[in-house]
Every structure is written in C-alpha cells, then in structure tokens.
C-alpha cells in the first residue's frame, strides 16, 4: 500500500514562492509517475503537474504554466511542486499521486491529507 504525505504549505502574500513536497512509501512508486493537483472547497479537484518517473517528462495545467515547477528524487522517496509568483486564485488545498503513465494528469489510488496553500495580502 502506497502513503502519500504533502507538506510546506502556507500562507504566502501574492508574488511569493512555496515549495511543496510529498513524500511517498512504497518502493513501486519510484517507478510511478506522479501528479500534483488542487482542490478549492466546493469545487472539483483539478490537476496541475505531472511527472514522469524518471523526471525527464513535465506537464502543467495553463494556469500554472511559466510558475510551478514539478520535479522529484526517487532517493528521497519525494516529489517537488516550486510554485512561484503564486496568485489569490491558488489558494486551495494541494496533494500529491500517483498518476496514469505517460498522461501524467489522471490520478491513481487513494489521496493524502493535502497541504493548505493560502495566497492573501
């Protein structure tokens, strides 16, 4: 069984930089590719980035493009989402999983806690 752990969320004034990391266990995940998504109360939880493995592939949902930045270390059983210039409208709880191969936007299995990321002067 795969845990997910999110942490490094905060409130932050608009412009300003987190770093969130989610820690996993179970080996098979370091062979998994990973995803970050969000979910603003009474809203549908919405993908955000996408990694691959082996870290060689990305992808991100548009309103984050050219800000977030996803990465991971499979030796440190983490994944990385660098969230810069962050903006009112990426308050929302954010959590980590594993992802459908290759798509990298599609979750898989069970869902951590989440980290609360709250973007407010």
């Known amino acids: 069984q795969v845990l997910l752990v999110e942490s490094g969320g905060g409130l932050v004034q608009p412009g300003g930089s987190l770093r969130l990391a989610c820690i996993w266990s179970?080996?098979?995940?370091?062979?998994?590719?990973m995803g970050w998504f969000r979910q603003i109360p009474g809203k549908e939880r919405e993908w955000v980035a996408g990694?691959?493995?082996?870290?060689?592939?990305?992808n991100y949902a548009d309103f984050v493009k050219g800000r977030f930045t996803i990465s991971r270390d499979n030796h440190l059983s983490t994944v990385y989402l660098q969230m810069n210039n962050l903006k009112p409208e990426d308050t929302a709880a954010y959590y980590c999983?594993?992802?459908?191969?290759?798509?990298?936007?599609?979750?898989?299995?069970?869902w951590g806690r989440g980290t609360q990321v709250t973007v407010s002067a």
């Open positions: 179970g080996r098979s995940v370091s062979t998994t590719d």
């Open positions: 990694i691959s493995w082996n870290g060689e592939s990305t």
């Open positions: 999983n594993k992802v459908l191969h290759g798509q990298l936007s599609t979750p898989l299995g069970s």
